[in-house]
């Protein structure tokens, strides 16, 4: 069992930034791939961007490229989120999860925060 937990979301001005935070425990955590995903109203889950724990490959989603940079420090098993120049269209529950492939694909999610823009 892989436990998550995110933190870090809240209300910003659009041009604002954000920093998300997912701490991550369990035996094995450190053989997945840790991503970030998205849910906004009425809209399906969405690939925001992930990391190895090792390596440190980095995938983007094609929408947060350039404003969104995925992070991780391995002595306090947490993975990073930091999101600038946030635009309305962000505003979304976001979810970390633990899995495997390129996009990743969840076995592991925490319970969300919530990330609004306003314009």
């Known amino acids: 069992q892989v436990q998550l937990v995110e933190s870090g979301g809240g209300l910003v001005q659009a041009g604002g930034s954000l920093r998300l935070s997912c701490a991550a425990s369990g035996r094995t955590f450190s053989t997945y791939i840790m991503g970030w995903f998205r849910q906004a109203p009425e809209k399906e889950r969405e690939f925001v961007a992930q990391?190895?724990?090792?390596?440190?490959?980095?995938y983007y989603a094609d929408s947060v490229k350039g404003r969104f940079t995925i992070s991780r420090d391995n002595a306090k098993n947490t993975v990073y989120l930091q999101m600038n120049s946030l635009k309305p269209e962000d505003t979304a529950v976001y979810y970390c999860?633990?899995?495997?492939?390129?996009?990743?694909?969840?076995?592991?999610w925490g319970q969300g925060t919530q990330v609004t823009v306003s314009s």
């Open positions: 990391i190895t724990w090792s390596i440190g490959n980095i």
């Open positions: 999860a633990a899995g495997r492939g390129v996009p990743i694909r969840g076995d592991y």
